[in-house]
């Protein structure tokens, strides 16, 4: 009698998981392009940041004045990284560390944007 409870009782438990509905699942963020400004070492710069199904699809600077030795290599490789990352907060570069900071804050910007408040 003990086992049949116990059998009763653990199908109960399996039946009751919670189910993911993807339907009823909703995106943290809105898809869209964002474009925001930062205040590089050269100056301000325009960034577009797009995001597609919660994930940063691509960030694009506009023209800027930062050193394309420095500054520039260092946004790129920071451009891969929140690509790969899947966020903003990533290591900055040494050397550049105004235009990696500046990088940062609009992504962030970005972010606050496409937050999804419904």
């Known amino acids: 009698m003990k086992r049949v409870f116990i ?67 260092a946004l790129e490789q920071m451009i891969t990284a929140m690509k790969e990352k899947n966020h903003y907060d990533v290591d900055t570069i040494s050397g550049a560390t105004k235009s990696s900071q500046a990088l940062k804050e609009a992504v962030i910007k970005a972010y606050e944007k496409a937050k999804n408040e419904s």
């Open 7 to 73: 059998l009763f009782v653990v199908f109960l438990l399996c039946g009751c998981s919670p189910q993911k509905n993807e339907e009823t699942k909703k995106n943290q963020y809105k898809d869209g392009t964002y474009t925001t400004t930062a205040m590089g070492y050269g100056g301000e710069f325009e960034v577009e940041t797009t995001f597609k199904d919660d994930r940063i699809q691509d960030i694009v600077i506009k023209e800027h004045n930062e050193t394309p030795s420095i500054g520039g290599v």
